[in-house]
């Protein structure tokens, strides 16, 4: 499984802990940023999607891997139009990271 970028809800402490059932160990989520995509609330929801637009950068965490009942209870959490795209999270040594995202290329 590739990791997690999340950028939204789960970027508060305890509420990844609540829905991942435990909090993360201390520097395993580190900060990223996703050049590309911009953060907007959703259309008549409560909860942030992102859109391209190649002059936005969004500012957010990566989990580098989740075991089997944290994606669960993820999947749980995000509920039925909860959708994963792949994206490229680029590395302050040069190159990129493959990750997951959720909610990419949603219209506001």
Known sequence: ???LFIYGTLIDPTMRAAV???PLR???ATPARLA???RVTARARRY???IRNRSAITEGLL???IGGRAWRRLIAYEGAEYRLARVFLPR???GADRSWNP???ETA
Do not use: E, K, Q, W
């Open 20 to 22: 991942f059932g435990a």
């Open 26 to 28: 201390v520097g395993f």
């Open 36 to 38: 590309g995509f911009r």
């Open 48 to 50: 942030p999607v992102l």
């Open 1 to 3: 499984m590739l990791p």
């Open 63 to 65: 989990i580098p891997r």
């Open 103 to 105: 909610r990419v290329g």
């Open 92 to 94: 302050a040594s040069g």
